[in-house]
Every structure is written in structure tokens, then in C-alpha cells.
């Protein structure tokens, strides 16, 4: 089945001096203009093409790709605001369209924003919405804690990050909880830490317990070894310089340091630790 903002391999069925026509199915013929058609293409007798509507509102085939296709999330920018809604860049010639009833907040030219990509199926046309719950949390959560999935950051709070995890349910990642860097729009792995009992998530970035203890131990003896076997650094540092050094929690840390100490590759001396030869 042919599918509107979505990638296709279709068969092609005739050639004219506009291009070649590939079986829609139940959409019919779609022409691929002459621009995107190769040697490739003929002596296949198919295309992997991406389907969506041009400026006239006519199906057409393209071989170039979109930044992201229908039911998936993307960070774009905002080219043009007009009277029907805001414009967005999404790497095809014509923009993609946010109508205003799909805005969360007014949109700004320039702005970047993280919206949904949707096929309206009234009109067959392809667009977006920044109104992000509308599209989620639609099926029970059946995370289990330490499950790894993937997020898309979509704002900062008070409290820390809202995220979106495995492009079907919301999640929150707590400042507290965090050591590194991140920002809006980033897409990145993540584990569950909690579901609560009215379903809201709980996220963290780092494996949970234990399981994050070896790759945290094998950092820690690569900077001792880069620092002639040395760092000024301890269980007794303050969780700010352990972030700052190690991007970690201090009780990771510690836990790391313990490990590395029962295997009797560090010692530990008045003004930090040694690395054992």
C-alpha cells in the first residue's frame, strides 16, 4: 500500500516527457518528474521515492528526503508565518505547514520548534503540530525499570525535561538527576526509572544501580593513566567536582571507585587516588 509522507518503492508504468508515472495502488498514478528520474531508475523499473502533495495539491514523487517523514517528531525552523499558519523548513521544496490550531504557542520566523508530522486525512496534506500530547500517551505505558529507549527532549521545566520516549508516550528527566549537558530537541538513549501509578514516567540518562558502574570504572582508569596515574579526587570531593571532572553523581562514583578498589587496581591516598601498576 502506497503510503502519503512516507518512503514508497513503487513500480514504474509509463515515461512521458514530464517524467515517469509509478503505481499508486489505490492512489493511482504518481508522476516522478524528470529532474529525479535516472538510468538507475528505468533499467529497475522502480523508485524508492518519498509521496506528498505539490503546491497545486497534486500527489507527486520525489527522490529527495524529507528531515523527517509522517509519524515522527523533528526540531525545525520556522521559514515564513502567513495568514493559514507558520512554514517550516523540512528539506523538501515546499515548506511544511503548522496550522494555527495546531500551534502550542505562536510561532516566530527563525525559531526552531519541535513538532509532530501528520497526513490530514480529510484533505490528504501533510503537516505538523507543536501541540505534541495529542499524539502521545495514547496506549498504557509497560515499561520495566532500567528498560533502555530512546527520548526527544521537548522542553525545560522547572523540574527538569519533559521528553518523549519511543515516539509514543511523555517522560520526565529531574534536574537533580542529570550530569551532563542537554537541550531541547536532542534525541539520545535512556532508561526508565519509574512508572508511576497514574503512568507518568520517570527517566534518567545514566543505567541504573550497578549495571553503570564498569563503563564509569573504565573512564575513571583512563583519566588516571592519561594523568600519569594521579588525580586529586576522592570519595570525599564534593558532587559538584565529581560532575564537573566525570559528568556523574557522586554516589556513582563512589560506587565506581569501590569496584575499582576491591579488584586492587587503585589505592587510596591522603589527597586523592593512584592508579596500581
Known amino acids: 500500500m502506497t503510503e502519503i509522507g512516507k518512503v514508497n518503492t ?19 498514478e504518481i508522476l516522478m518528474p524528470q529532474k529525479f528520474v535516472t538510468e538507475a531508475h528505468k533499467n529497475a523499473g522502480e523508485a524508492e521515492v518519498f509521496v506528498y502533495t505539490d503546491s497545486e495539491d497534486r500527489l507527486v514523487a520525489t527522490t529527495e528526503k524529507p528531515l523527517a517523514t509522517v509519524g515522527e517528531f523533528a526540531r525545525l525552523e520556522v521559514t515564513a508565518v502567513t495568514k493559514v499558519g507558520a512554514f517550516l523548513d523540512w528539506g523538501l521544496p515546499k515548506d511544511l505547514l503548522v496550522p494555527f490550531s495546531e500551534q502550542k504557542q505562536k510561532m516566530e520566523v527563525g525559531r526552531f520548534y519541535l513538532v509532530y508530522i501528520y497526513l490530514d486525512l480529510v484533505t490528504q496534506r501533510i503537516a505538523a503540530s507543536s501541540k505534541l500530547n495529542k499524539y502521545l ?11 533502555e529507549v530512546t527520548i526527544i527532549i521537548t522542553e525545560e521545566t522547572e523540574i527538569g525535561y519533559k521528553a518523549v520516549i519511543n515516539r509514543e508516550h511523555t517522560g520526565i528527566l529531574y534536574r537533580n538527576q542529570i550530569f551532563r549537558p542537554v537541550s ?19 527517566l534518567i540518562l545514566d543505567k541504573p544501580g550497578y549495571q553503570k558502574v564498569d563503563p564509569v570504572s573504565d573512564e575513571i582508569v ?13 570519595d570525599k570531593s564534593s558532587p559538584e ?30 589527597d586523592g587516588i593512584r592508579l596500581i601498576s
Open 241 to 270: 567536582m565529581i560532575k564537573a571532572m566525570f559528568g556523574i553523581s557522586k554516589k556513582t562514583f563512589k560506587q565506581a571507585i569501590g569496584a575499582l578498589y576491591k579488584k586492587r587496581m587503585i589505592r587510596f591516598e591522603s
Open 184 to 202: 531541547v530537541g536532542e534525541e539520545t538513549k535512556a532508561y526508565i526509572n519509574k512508572v508511576r501509578d497514574d503512568e507518568k514516567i520517570d
Open 10 to 28: 513503487l513500480t514504474i508504468v509509463r515515461e512521458t516527457g514530464n517524467g515517469v508515472y509509478l503505481d499508486g495502488g489505490e492512489l493511482g
Open 137 to 147: 500517551d495514547n496506549t498504557p505505558p509497560e515499561y520495566k525499570p532500567g528498560e
Open 222 to 234: 583512563k583519566q588516571l593513566r592519561e594523568n600519569n596515574g594521579f588525580m586529586a579526587i576522592s
